[in-house]
């Protein structure tokens, strides 16, 4: 149930990210209209976000440890860039499957993108997930 809970999170701060920047775009690859329905764009934004925990659980510590020098020599701030090639990278896996989510541009896209996700979803796990 948790990890369900976890996945409907990252749904739903990729759904802000991508609500609130242009250069982060999701939808299904067969929609032919802009005006899809609305079961398929929850799950296309559910499987996102399972991609996204996945690439999260498996990538994100082993990156920002080998990271850990550049990231204490910027203060921090080199997590940033990670956090953003975590999602370049999940924007690529999702896009072998039958789901469009691509995010433009590294530098303005990603990067706000990734402080977005990272705001939205400590907010949600701090008001849903029970410790």
Do not use: K, Q
Request: glycine residues 6%; neutral net charge; aromatic residues 10%.
């Amino acid at each position: 149930m948790n990890v369900l809970l976890r996945i409907i999170i990252n749904a739903a701060a990729l759904w802000v990210a991508a609500w609130l920047l242009p250069g982060i775009t999701i939808g299904p690859r067969d929609a032919v209209e802009p005006a899809w329905n609305t079961a398929a764009e929850i799950v296309t934004y559910l499987f996102v976000g399972l991609v996204f925990g996945v690439v999260n659980v498996l990538l994100r510590w082993i990156l920002h440890l080998l990271a850990m020098p550049i990231t204490c020599l910027t203060l921090g701030l080199f997590a940033l860039v990670v956090n953003a090639g975590l999602l370049m990278l999940t924007s690529a896996i999702a896009n072998l499957f039958p789901v469009d989510f691509h995010v433009n541009a590294f530098f303005w896209d990603a990067i706000l993108g990734s402080i977005i996700i990272s705001i939205v979803s400590a907010i949600l796990n701090r008001a849903l997930v029970r410790r």
